[in-house]
């Protein structure tokens, strides 16, 4: 239960002067709830007690929930923040900053920014390059201390595109990529499987027209055909190069499960069907929904919803996807499915932490990062009250 953590700390885990107590908290463990406090040091977790003890100088939870913080693999969010209007840019800095206190506030202590990586080159096209000079901006303001969280990046890798090998190459190692998805939007086939739930899409997102709609759907499927098999396999080679967790996206039937485990892949994101998620299960690939999807009850493109895998245990990790208060509220969704809080927990801390291999986080365990939060429930709704990062109050 407190076995220390032996990975070692990585670039962003700064020690924080001073140490920290917070007693009198149901403390959220791999296996139980457990009434007792949690001492800090270094940035780290010190120690675990149990009783209701409150020592001088600690801070008093006065029995709220204190869990781990929170492991955000697969959110946008950053994309929203830098355009939140078609044709709207902002300034990236502060829209940056502000994605980073949005995490923050809604207790999101490491988050993966997805970034989409290849363009579309055609006139108006929708998808142009912007991956490397964001991904640049996220690691300056890193370098600088400016973030209230830890910052990783997420490259989605995008088949259905002209410029995705090169654009693949303008990143090394020293970028710290942390997870890659092999994206195919192919229409008509896994996530748009419902041509019609695609037009509802872009129509209302891009404000397409019906003969823009047919435009990106023929040109979409002639890159898959084009491009599909060469830029697959460099996906693969260059997560490889980059020592990133390469992760599926929306496979839908059980042969594109099987393709995905030959590949290597071990994460699965946003599976559209039943089929798919019980063949991830059968192989061992952890299955990844998105709280929207579980909170609203069904999948805004018709496909299964995290629900139904949640009742069948076909769900292990859940992403905020693009809404990121809702990760804090999918943990109690599930605890009420499951009637397992710990279980429901490790959904959004310990389950996506180690699916990107960070087993110095998502856990309360000595000799782990102090990234914590406080909970208090209105009602069924869970409350962030307060949040540490290594110690440190960020929200």
Known sequence: ????????????????????????????????????????????????????????????????????????????????????????????????????????????????????????????????????????????????????VRHL???????????????????GPEDRVGLVSLMDHTPGQRQFRDMSKLWDYLSGKHAMTRAQFELHVAGQVARREKFGAAHEAATLAEAARLGATLASHDDTTRDQVEISHGMGIRLAEFPTTVEAAEACREVGIKIIMGAPNLIRGQ???????????????????????????????????????????????????????????????????TGCLADLLRIRTLGETPVVRTVWRGGQQVA
């Open 1 to 148: 239960m407190n076995s220390p953590c032996l990975s070692a700390p990585r670039p962003d885990d700064h020690a924080l002067a001073g140490e920290l107590c917070i007693a009198n908290a149901r403390i959220v463990l791999a296996d139980r709830v457990m009434l007792g406090a949690i001492h800090i040091a270094g940035g780290r977790i010190a120690g675990i007690c149990e009783g209701d003890t409150v020592p001088a100088g600690a801070v008093d939870a006065g029995g709220d929930f204190v869990i781990p913080g929170l492991v955000e693999l697969h959110t946008d969010n950053v994309e929203r923040h830098i355009t939140p209007r078609p044709k709207v840019e902002l300034p990236h800095n502060s829209a940056i900053l502000a994605h980073d206190g949005e995490m923050a506030s809604c207790g999101i202590t490491t988050v993966f920014d997805a970034l989409r990586l290849g363009s579309v080159i055609e006139k108006n096209a929708k998808l142009g390059k912007y991956a490397r000079s964001v991904a640049r901006e996220i690691l300056a303001l890193r370098a600088a201390g400016a973030f209230r």
């Open 299 to 365: 999948s805004h493109s018709g496909n299964v919803s995290a629900s139904e895998l949640a009742e069948r245990d076909l769900l292990d990790i859940v992403s905020s996807d693009y809404v990121p208060s809702l990760l804090i509220s999918s943990a109690w969704q599930l605890d009420r499915i499951w009637n397992d809080l710990p279980k429901a927990v490790a959904t959004v801390t310990r389950g996506p932490a180690d699916a990107a291999q960070l087993s110095d986080r998502g856990r309360i365990e």
């Open 153 to 171: 990046i997420h490259l989605r890798a995008e088949v259905c595109s002209d410029t995705l090998i090169e654009e693949f190459a303008e990143f």
